[in-house]
């Protein structure tokens, strides 16, 4: 199979750049549990990991019968920053990566703003993404919708289709796909390999592995 050489690389944040994930899904049971809806670790792995605000919002609503109140969040914030403070690292071998890389990168993520910043500056991160970050509030649908993606491309000045997209949750590759740009999933974090696999994707599990990865075919 043949494909457009990668010009641009787009990383997702979290359980990408920064080892995250694992930080949220525990607090993230903590929290959904003390506004009465209860999860397991593997549902929320599923169902949460990658996904926008509003559509976490609308499975906590489901989960416990009735709607949350609007600012819902705020009580539990401090809870994320504390854990994020004293837990959050880099996920392992990104900084080669980033080094290695050839070609110009940009960040794309569902979270804020804020929020992508304050992760990127606790791990060291944030001086290498400065006016390259791209964040969901910027579009009119975060992932698995196309928008956040073919937004960054256009800013940047690449073609959807020499676009590499490097994601580690189902909502990611399933965007990255709907863009028409190549999907790399990442399934060295919380995600399985087979909820990543799908057309024009390849899954890998070392991130020291995509500067190889990224001329091959999908």
């Known amino acids: 199979m043949t494909h457009e050489p990668v010009e641009l690389v787009i990383f997702d944040c979290d359980g990408v750049l920064v080892d995250s994930e694992r930080i949220y899904c525990r607090v993230d049971r903590e929290v959904f549990a003390a506004l009465g809806a209860v999860f397991t670790e593997a549902e929320v792995i ?4 990658g996904s926008s605000h509003a559509m976490l919002t609308s499975l906590v609503e489901e989960r416990r019968g009735r709607p949350l109140e609007p ?23 990104v900084t080669d990566v980033l ?24 791990t060291g991160l944030l001086d290498r993404f400065e006016g390259r970050i791209f964040s969901a509030r910027d579009v009119a649908r975060g992932k698995p919708a196309p928008d956040l993606f073919l937004h960054a491309a256009a800013a940047m000045g690449v073609p959807p289709e020499r676009c590499a997209v490097v994601e580690d949750s189902p909502y990611g590759v399933r965007a990255a796909r709907a863009a028409g740009m190549r999907a790399f999933g990442y399934c060295g974090g919380l995600t399985r390999a087979d909820r990543l696999r799908g057309p024009r994707t390849v899954v890998f599990e070392d991130m020291r592995e995509l500067p190889g990865l990224l001329g091959e075919p999908a």
Do not use: K, M
């Open 46 to 49: 599923d169902r949460f990991v």
């Open 71 to 93: 600012g819902w969040h705020s009580p539990f914030e401090q809870r994320y920053e504390d854990a994020l403070d004293a837990e959050l690292t880099a996920v392992e071998g």
């Open 99 to 122: 080094d290695a890389l050839e070609v110009p990168y940009c960040l794309a993520s569902n979270g804020s703003h804020a929020d992508i910043r304050r992760n990127l500056g606790r």
